[in-house]
């Protein structure tokens, strides 16, 4: 019985790391189609919405299901706690991918604004928090999450320069107004997907030592 | 553990002929909590809840050493009459195990034997007693019933009552629930819980989830050593040991 359960339960894990990756995926590709303007591109991220909102309902569901039937204890329920936390940061980050995503096509008409400024620098370094908090999840390598707390750090200065610069644009010339405060929303939903990645890492620390956490 | 302890156990061994059953258990059982022992099979469970009311003086060959006391006395002292600590620390078996005699009669038989017999003081005795087992309403109609007619459950409950007539201060239950149906579970469990209030109980169970919902402390055996002891709530969360982690999760046993 406990056997059938430890295979569910790997199960479970490998479906939820699918999920990590369609959200880290659609993350990627709308800064891509950002930085390329690429509408098409971005139309794909948008299509994908329904995808991993779907993957997010049944993996839920799967986990209330071991629950109720298997009564999960120590490491079993911690890591049922832990894959219920990935499976709601997946499913945000994958939706802030097509938030930016739906920004592409309003701002594809005209080039860009100092080359996006530092958005895509910021967006490689969330994108690599978002892939090393799902390895350790993947893993259980908590070497991989240890310095989550100054990437943060790094992850705020940036949105906040972001702002500076988007502010000095725009009262250069009021007609980059719009493009700079979509700039600034950009900024804005990365700096969230960083949370939702700490967010991971601080549930896998949970699953994996038993240890509360908090990442600032 | 920062509790007060009625029950301490220093550095406890006990053979069977040559076979060690116990291997320097040293536990402290908190007062007025409810304190698990869960453990594969064999582990020692039942052996060392045995010798908290001396119970394995009964078995031949028994060889027992180390230190146990209760409110902080040795009860392995030559001084210690045995009637009165199993007077003190009670039990409750797996299997319930009524006298062949009226339901009031097994309540009130162990009252008698030490010294009452006033009927109207054996009365409140059997009615206070039957009313702390939660099974008073269910039998005051028929007290001079036979105990047997009585379901599993209720026999279990009667067997509770008989426990506390002798006003114990500590209750010590052997898979108190193993022959008894869900609700018949629920209803000893719900007891345990309200039983702390005034008594100490030391519960041994195989199921897992049992030790979560009604103890406070939770101890884990293994090959008749105590592995791990603690808050219900930590052993069941996060075990410090690998060995306790691997069993509560069903990964042997
Ligand atoms: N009367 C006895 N004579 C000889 N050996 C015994 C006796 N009682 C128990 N043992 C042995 O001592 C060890 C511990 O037994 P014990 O009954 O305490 O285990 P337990 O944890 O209660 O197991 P279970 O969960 O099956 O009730 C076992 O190896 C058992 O075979
Ligand atoms: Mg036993």
Known sequence: MAEKFHTELNNLRADTLEMAHLGRFMLRTAVDALIRQDAELAASVVAQKEEIHQMEVRLEEHCYHLIALNQPMAKDMRVIVCTLKVITASLRIGRYGKVIANIVKEISDKPHIANLMSIPHMADLVIDMVDDAVAAYESDNLRLIDDFSSRDDTIDALRHSIFREGISYMMEDPKNISRCTHYIMVARYLERCADHACKIAENVQYMETGERVEIH | ?253
């Open chain 2, 1 to 253: 553990m920062s509790e007060s302890a009625i029950i301490t156990t220093n550095n406890v061994n006990l053979w069977y002929h040559e076979k060690q059953a116990l291997q320097s258990v040293s536990i402290k059982i908190p007062r007025n909590r409810v304190t698990a022992l869960i453990g594969p099979s064999g582990c020692g469970k039942s052996t060392l809840l045995r010798c908290f009311n001396r119970l394995n003086d009964l078995i031949d060959h028994v060889k027992c050493t180390g230190e146990i006391t209760l409110d902080d006395e040795n009860i392995y002292a030559p001084s210690t009459d045995v009637v009165t600590l199993r007077k003190k620390v009670g039990m409750v078996f797996q299997k319930p195990n009524p006298f062949p005699k009226s339901i009031y009669e097994n309540v009130a038989y162990g009252p008698r034997v030490h010294g009452i017999r006033d009927k109207a003081e054996l009365d409140r005795i059997v009615e206070q007693s039957l009313r702390h087992a939660a099974i008073w309403d269910e039998v005051k109609e028929r007290l001079n019933d036979s105990a047997l007619g009585l379901s599993g459950g209720q026999q279990q409950r009667l067997c509770i009552a008989r426990t506390l007539a002798v006003e114990p201060e500590v209750i010590l239950m052997d898979e108190p629930c193993s022959a008894l149906d869900p609700i018949a579970t629920a209803k000893i469990e719900n007891l345990i819980e309200r039983l702390k209030e005034d008594y100490t109980v030391i519960i041994v169970t195989h199921n897992m989830q049992q030790a979560a919902r009604v103890s406070d402390y939770t101890g884990f055996m293994y090959l008749g050593r105590l592995i791990e002891c603690g808050k219900t709530g930590q052993i069941f969360e996060h075990p410090k040991e690998e060995l306790t982690e691997n069993y509560i999760t069903g990964r042997f046993g």
